[in-house]
């Protein structure tokens, strides 16, 4: 099944709904013109339902084949949210919406997946459901999660669950994947490190929280190179360190920390809390200060089912003629969400040689479009093929 001609018809088509997209980008749960026009269209395809407001507003659509033998129901998920950046990419159709672009591909997912179900309503050349699923929030609000707890993956019966994302630095329109665990946990934490401020000519009368935060930011490092498995992946990142006083002269009352950190295993994950908490108390007791400690957990591991992997993979294959194994990455990805609760894979297009995803001047390649589509609709009909 090579890239099918039906999405080289549509391939302008899609790319003018994609850039319509870009042009109007919005964040985290507040996709409501988006989620507008994906239910608009999923109608106007003849899905057989079409349901709104799913994890606050996310869209499902439903497409039958032309038979149902089995009961088998497979679900597509594409996400829809923007990221809270300035586009510098000087396209035609950059974003209208000052700080807000879709510098993550997400126009392309939605576009990608709309186009596949546009197929699938028109042929319904497979024995089973199709569910598409167009996800608010991916990019930190955990919409995947809500999608989840609104009952999605039971409500229609999904036995598997596909996501792909593109991926700039793999040749356009090829893939790659992996089995089991993929993208890393990406947890937060604020350190808030309280001493005594005062004269910076007389530090011997302060608790000086700048010294203790000092040595806890190195000391945190230790969960990585000395507590953590060293085969594991484990990646400890102190992002912010704010003092409460911008002066010369003055030792402050107190230095804030925050970063994340991401692991690739529940048993990581546990231990670098445990660690982090008593390095963090340990190293402010030591200095004579406070450590008030907040861990703020995020999107877990995402982990692909070595079956649904393989199949994926396949599927890839014969659209591309080949699909690479793909490297780990410590990026996050809240399709981890419906992976906990239904077997399946997530599978990277590639975006060929442009700027790296959150980056201000990346932009969705549409010459991937037909080859993404393509997978979408393999998806159902290689693993629901017609009776």
Known sequence: MPIKNRFAELQSDITRWRRD??????????THRTAGIVAEKLRAFGCDEVVTGIGRTGVVGVIKGKTDTKG?????????????IHEETGVEYASRTPGAMHAC???????????????LAETRNFDGTAIVI???AEEGGGGGREMCEDGMMDRWNINE??????WPGIPTGQFAIRSGPFFASTDQFEIVVKGNGGHAAKPNQTVDPIVAASQMVTALQ??????????????????????????????????????????????????????????ASGTAAAMGAEAQIRWIPGYPCMVNA????????????SVAGSCEFADLTMGGEDFAYMLEERPGAYILVGN???????????????????????WWAGIVEQRMPAA
């Open 105 to 119: 591909g997400h126009d392309g997912h939605t576009a990608m997946l709309l186009g596949a179900a546009q197929y």
């Open 72 to 84: 088998k129901v497979i679900g597509l998920r594409a996400d829809m949210d923007a990221l809270p």
């Open 222 to 279: 230790s969960i990585a190179s000395r507590n953590a498995d060293p085969v594991e992946q484990v990646v400890v990142s102190v992002t912010s360190f704010e003092s409460s006083s911008k002066a010369f002269n003055v030792i402050p009352g107190s230095v804030t920390l925050r970063g994340t950190i991401r692991t690739m295993s529940a048993e990581s994950r546990a231990l670098a809390e445990t660690r982090l908490k008593a390095i």
């Open 306 to 317: 070595e079956e649904q992997t393989e199949f994926a993979a396949e599927v890839a294959a």
């Open 161 to 166: 669950v596909y996501g792909m994302h593109n």
């Open 134 to 136: 167009f996800q608010p």
């Open 352 to 374: 060929g040689d442009s700027a790296d995803v959150h980056n201000p001047a990346y932009n969705f390649n549409d010459e991937a479009i037909p080859a993404g589509c393509s």
């Open 21 to 30: 997209l870009h042009e109007n980008p919005e964040i985290l749960f507040e």
